[in-house]
């Protein structure tokens, strides 16, 4: 009789285990959430990303991405901080029209923009000339670095994906009825910072090359974001997509950040020539921007420590 009840009761344990694991394989092969994106013109979509670091509650969703559409073909502006990321964009994208993502555009190196890559199978990946090189130096340490930090789970599908279409000066975009131009600078916020101008609705997607709120992170040179701030601004946009931070009327968006960098290169300029050592000038410069920026203290000293080892040789 007993053997009877545990058998009967081993087999509904049993069914009850083949049900729930093929509740969570359904679960597991669901079509993910799509991104909330905002239409900010006719055709052109943006995620805004959370203004923060890189972290395993976030999974490193912080930048913002956008997306366009034109007649015949979509091109996706940067792809976000993990493969899962990536196909939430994905799904928003699908939310909107069926037509294929023809381009991935990356706006430069920086993981936050690229980790999501090898979710956009059969795109033309399209980058900085310089992008392919930075990728190859700073891939591997990239993921290894955000694997300790976010986790495996969230890293697990990202692959360092290198652009194939190469812009070395400018070149031009063909969705069909719409064209972008896109255009490869010096190097300013990183070495491999693009642009990518939407001529339908004057829409600039400036990746990082602007901030907004979002205290600017310096990877390049403080002397080439400057000079190409004054280059940008000439741009005929009417809107801007940072990097980070909220979509802003242009030119006037980047008057906050050039104020910041040359607030920084003067302080650091002064320390330079008062003999003071890197240690110093990385506690002192820019202090008076404190109040106008988030994570002012994540980046500040960092951003002061580039600009000395840059401008002690001017």
């Known amino acids: 009789m007993w053997n009877i009840f545990f058998s009967?009761?081993?087999?509904?344990?049993?069914?009850?285990?083949?049900?729930?694991?093929?509740?969570?394989?359904?679960?597991?092969?669901?079509?993910?959430?799509?991104?909330?994106?905002?239409?900010?013109?006719?055709?052109?979509?943006?995620?805004?990303?959370?203004?923060?670091?890189?972290?395993?509650?976030?999974?490193?969703?912080?930048?913002?991405?956008?997306?366009?559409?034109?007649d015949d073909a979509v091109a996706v502006i940067d792809t976000g901080g993990s493969v899962r990321e990536a196909r939430r964009l994905i799904a928003a994208i699908k939310a909107v029209t069926d037509k294929p993502v023809r381009y991935v555009i990356n706006t430069h190196v920086h993981p936050d923009h690229v980790f999501g890559n090898a979710a956009f199978e059969g795109a033309v990946v399209v980058g900085h000339k310089n992008l392919p090189r930075a990728l190859a130096a700073r891939g591997q340490f990239y993921l290894d670095t955000f694997r300790r930090s976010l986790g495996e789970d969230a890293l697990s599908d990202v692959r360092i994906v290198a652009p194939t279409l190469l812009v070395d000066t400018d070149t031009s975009l063909d969705l069909g009825g719409r064209t972008l131009r896109l255009k490869a600078w010096r190097a300013a916020h990183t070495d491999s910072d693009l642009t990518v101008f939407d001529e339908s609705s004057r829409t600039l997607f400036a990746g990082d090359l602007v901030f907004i709120t979002h205290l600017p992170v310096l990877d390049g040179s403080i002397r080439g974001w400057l000079a190409v701030l004054d280059e940008l601004a000439r741009i005929p946009a009417q809107r801007v997509v940072p990097g980070h931070g909220p979509v802003a009327a242009w030119p006037a968006a980047i008057e906050d950040e050039r104020r910041y960098l040359q607030r920084l290169a003067g302080d650091v300029r002064t320390s330079i020539k008062r003999g003071e050592p890197i240690a110093a000038a990385a506690r002192q410069a820019g202090e008076s921007e404190r109040g106008a920026w988030d994570l002012f203290d994540e980046s500040n000293a960092r951003n002061a420590t580039a600009a000395y080892s840059e401008l002690e040789w001017e």
């Open 8 to 70: 009967k009761r081993a087999a509904l344990i049993a069914i009850w285990a083949i049900v729930q694991c093929g509740s969570l394989n359904s679960a597991a092969g669901a079509d993910p959430k799509p991104l909330s994106v905002q239409q900010i013109a006719a055709g052109v979509y943006v995620y805004q990303g959370a203004v923060a670091l890189m972290t395993r509650e976030n999974e490193g969703a912080i930048a913002n991405l956008g997306f366009v559409v034109g």
